[in-house]
């Protein structure tokens, strides 16, 4: 199975922005957890962050055709982008949408998710854990679908 993990603006600042919320591990220590998991899973996984609209698009886009499943964290993106809705809606690939914190224990604008309407489940607040279970849910949801 090829996973793709996805982690929109901000989320390269990890360890440094808002430790109180996020933590203190950084986002280098998020990426060795999710290589240790897609190797336990017998998953292999390709991992993306971008503070650019667009080119997230992008990188949704290129896994059309070649990715099993998408991890997305559309950070701040969640609560604007239909672009980021359109392009996971156009691939037709199952994707988890993550979140650290949990946003609608946050300011109001958060509770807003554009995306969520294209996934297959959400994983909150349940912090750097949040993408391991969204990995799981993807291998074995493909594995009870395959046989």
């Known amino acids: 199975m090829k996973l793709m993990v996805i982690n929109g603006p901000n989320l390269n600042m990890l360890g440094i922005r808002e430790p109180e919320i996020y933590g203190s591990a950084t986002y280098d220590d998020l990426t060795a957890m999710i290589k240790a998991e897609a190797e336990m899973l017998g998953a292999e996984v390709e991992l993306y962050q971008s503070n650019h609209e667009g080119e997230l698009v992008d ?3 290129s896994a059309y055709g070649r ?3 998408i991890v997305i964290n559309p950070a701040a ?3 604007t982008s239909v672009a980021l809705l359109d392009a996971v809606k156009a691939v037709g690939i199952p994707t988890v949408e993550v979140h650290i914190s949990d946003p609608d224990t946050r300011e ?3 509770r807003v998710s554009y995306i969520r309407s ?3 489940a959400t994983i909150k607040g349940r912090g750097f854990e949040g993408y391991l279970e969204a990995m799981r849910l993807l291998v074995n949801n493909s594995r009870e679908n395959n046989g």
């Open 108 to 110: 109001d604008f958060r």
């Open 118 to 120: 294209a996934c297959v």
């Open 77 to 79: 993106y969640t609560h």
């Open 59 to 61: 990188i949704i886009q």
């Open 67 to 69: 990715i099993d499943g």
